[in-house]
């Protein structure tokens, strides 16, 4: 298909047109660049997975007259057990705050854990 173009101001405008449009591409800038940071020295900044066998921490409140855990306390520490008994090993530690209000509170809720702990199949030494 060719268009012929008379003379006019058609023509005038297609000429500039396409005259003018290499010259206004090369006006555009985009950076291209990326920056980038040199590679780190120290390994664990290269590597950044680790496998670890840490410790886990289970925060559980005084229980008050009750000596009963609370429905949110129980579904935690069972969940717990449940971790443990999956990839748990060696001993679970429970401290019990010393120079406690009421330190007889302090003994029921300890009771309660062990309770609740082997309910969840976690036995003790």
Known sequence: ????LRDGPARVAAVL??????????????????????????FHLRHPVALTNARQTLDIFIVGS????????????????????????????ALVPRGAVDPQAAE??????????????VRGE
């Open 1 to 4: 298909m060719r268009i012929f």
């Open 17 to 42: 047109l396409l005259g003018l449009a290499p010259g206004l591409a090369g006006c555009s800038h985009v950076d291209r660049a990326v920056a980038t940071s040199p590679v780190p020295d120290d």
């Open 66 to 93: 009750s000596a009963k855990l609370d429905y949110r306390q129980q579904r935690d520490l069972e969940a717990f057990a449940a971790d443990y008994r999956l990839n748990g090993q060696g001993r679970i530690r």
């Open 108 to 121: 029921t809720t300890l009771d309660a854990v062990r309770r609740a702990l082997a309910a969840a199949s």
